[in-house]
């Protein structure tokens, strides 16, 4: 996710990245990784993104931060991520609109 | 080709949801999603957040998803459908030039497994969980790339290159594209990408040239570029076929 500050909201962390601030932690799927912070509104990413093996790059003001690497496996769970795209004439798409079907995302590139 | 079996399976309970990967977005994608007439979502990803979300790592690749939004199958080589022309689909100038000429003929050295591909994907649609080709949980897991802090970090290069290049910071992108290239060495949408926006000409095969312009090649930003790279892979390796 890109962010101009390391302290973040929950919601928009949960929605960029999958991970939701509950009691019990940060949770995706089964996996929850305990915090030490009180679960709160925000979320302060200098302690939350090493403790989920997420990396930072910073570069003028502005911080990338990178997907969770702590399962070892790009995926921690096999409930997919409920990714959120524009189409063509930047309409949002939710990719949990199309629950109830199944589904074949198909990735392709102009190049 | 793909709009054709959808059409066929849609009835069947099956959504089609292309996503087209490009920090160009909407100005890259438009012209081949306008000619397919789409009739399911087709989303641009200008970030690439299907490499964050999934691990993909090349195009074409596919994920499939039951009814419930759980993964049954992590991203893989996802052909045209059989019945389609495997060729290159675009108009290639009469004179095609001697690059595009040894790229194709890496091309046609790719495996392609599309007939048992698209025999899986329709028992999959037939039998749902029965199906041999629908995997538990606990291998969908297993099955998807390898993850580690380098990965991480070559991703969040990777997004913030998109990012400048989004805001028409062309030169300071490239170094972070230079930096997810070296730390996530599988990922071929990562070369793909920054190779597209060094583009050679100004015609419909611009962007395909992927590699260093003949008239000036020492300006040519990257290490690899994809004619070198599958040559020194092997067109055999260049994507994984669907293992049952």
């Known amino acids: ?111 | 080709m793909w709009q054709a079996l959808r059409d066929e399976l849609h009835p069947q309970g099956l959504e089609l949801v292309t996503v087209g990967l490009d920090a160009l977005g909407a100005d890259g994608c438009r012209g081949f999603i306008e000619a397919a007439e789409p009739t399911h979502p087709a989303l641009i990803d200008q970030h690439h957040v299907l490499a964050n979300a999934f691990g993909v790592v090349n195009i074409p690749q596919a994920i499939w998803i039951d009814e419930q939004g759980m993964i049954v199958r992590p991203p893989e080589a996802a052909p045209a459908p059989p019945k389609d022309d495997p060729g290159i689909s675009m108009d290639l100038p009469p004179e095609l030039p001697e690059r595009m000429q040894a790229m194709m003929a890496e091309a046609v050295k790719i495996p392609n497994n599309s007939q048992d591909y698209h025999a899986a994907l329709r028992d999959w649609v037939a039998n749902g969980a029965d199906s041999q080709f629908a995997l538990s949980p606990d291998e969908v897991v297993e099955r998807s790339r390898p993850r580690d802090a380098n990965i991480s970090k070559g991703h969040a290069h990777f997004e913030m290159a998109t990012a400048l290049e989004m805001d028409g910071r062309h030169d300071e992108a490239i170094p972070h594209f230079q930096q997810a290239h070296k730390l996530v060495p599988d990922s071929w949408t990562f070369r793909r990408q920054a190779w597209s926006l060094e583009p050679v000409g100004d015609g419909p095969l611009a962007r395909f040239w992927q590699g260093p312009n003949p008239e000036n090649p020492d300006d040519w930003p990257y290490e690899g570029d994809w004619l070198s790279d599958i040559r020194a892979s092997g067109a055999e390796n260049y994507s994984e076929t669907m293992k049952p």
């Open chain 1, 1 to 111: 996710m890109l962010t101009r500050s390391l302290q973040v909201s929950a919601d928009d962390f949960f929605r960029e990245t999958g991970w939701q601030i509950k009691p019990e932690g940060a949770c995706k799927g089964q996996m929850c990784v305990p915090l030490d912070s009180k679960a709160g509104t925000t979320v302060d990413l200098s302690e939350l993104a090493p403790k989920l093996g997420m990396a930072t790059v910073e570069h003028d003001g502005r911080y990338a931060i990178g997907p969770e690497s702590l399962g070892s496996k790009a995926l921690v769970t096999a409930e997919a991520a409920n990714i959120r795209l524009p189409d063509v004439d930047g309409k949002p798409f939710e990719l949990s609109s199309l629950r109830g079907q199944k589904i074949i995302v198909y990735a392709w590139a102009p190049y």
